[in-house]
């Protein structure tokens, strides 16, 4: 499943092996990932250490939980205290849909302030 | 569709420091934070109108600070949109604006939805607030 999982969330964020294999190594020191690593990985020959997989998950944006397979949600819940408005219809409850849609927009607000900085 | 009230609302929002983005969200034409973010779903919103309805709630709601949390009740919830609607309705669409456009013959919810350039169903609303409100007088025959 990780390997599959990373296949799929590197190609939706238009990295080739080699452009995440440059991007993980400038931006964690002591990286020294290879594209012929990260292919291993996609296609379940090698086990990438924990440690790789968090730094890989913080680079493509996910939880670890994803990567590995354990979760379908890809990125981590808003916070409980996030305080935030809908437009449309005030539902009973929030389903997973709602959830998801809260902690895209939490993300890519939280993306824009760091490149606006 | 009027254009010019369209960019009026996005000028507006940019002058009270709204960063407004495009997010492909699953359940939402649109969802804004008190920091000052507004994330649309252009793939959601139907019409020119319904764009101009969304920017004037959103409006509404950072003009009030009317907020939740994904733990909110469904009432307190309620309760924070409810606030940005009735804003808006008295900031832009305030009863005696309503009452000349249907003075001067415009007395079908969609008539007005048109003159207006929104929804349909917001004028709806707007018209049952006002009226439960005893702030739009309707003759019998003018009953929407």
């Known amino acids: 499943m990780f390997g599959q999982r990373l296949k799929e969330t590197r190609k939706a964020h238009h990295y080739t092996l080699e ?6 190594n400038a931006r ?3 990286g020294g990932l290879s594209k012929g690593t990260l292919s291993k990985y996609e296609n379940e020959k090698q086990e990438p250490l924990s440690s790789v997989v968090g730094n890989l998950a913080e680079l493509l944006g996910v939880t670890t939980d994803y990567l590995l397979g354990r979760t379908d949600h890809s990125l981590p819940p808003a916070p409980d205290n996030q305080l935030f408005a809908a437009y449309g219809d ?9 959830l998801d849609d809260i902690a895209l927009f939490m993300r890519m607000k939280a993306l824009r302030k760091q490149q606006k900085l | 569709m009027d254009t010019a009230a369209l960019r009026a609302c996005y000028a507006r929002l940019e002058a009270m420091g709204v960063d407004v983005f495009t997010c492909p969200m699953q359940n939402h034409k649109a969802l804004c934070s008190p920091d000052g973010a507004l994330a649309l779903n252009p793939a959601a919103i139907e019409s020119g109108a319904e764009e101009q309805a969304i920017l004037l709630h959103e409006e509404g709601h950072f003009a009030t600070g009317a907020f939740y949390t994904v733990q909110s009740p469904y009432t307190i919830r309620q309760k924070q949109e409810n606030i ?13 604006r309503l009452q000349s456009a249907m003075a001067a013959g415009l007395r079908e919810p969609w008539q007005l939805a048109e003159y207006f350039d929104l929804p349909e169903a917001m004028i709806r609303e707007m018209l049952d607030y006002y009226q439960a409100q005893g702030l739009l007088e309707l003759c019998p025959e003018e009953e929407l």
Do not use: H, T, W
């Not at chain 1, 005030?90 to 709602?98: N, Q």
């Not at chain 2, 940005?84 to 005696?96: D, E, L």
């Open chain 1, 19 to 24: 452009s995440l294999a440059e991007a993980y």
């Open chain 1, 28 to 30: 964690f020191a002591g």
């Open chain 1, 90 to 98: 005030v539902k009973e409850a929030l389903d997973d849909a709602d």
């Open chain 2, 84 to 96: 940005a609607n009735r804003y808006i309705y008295k900031r832009y669409f305030p009863p005696q």
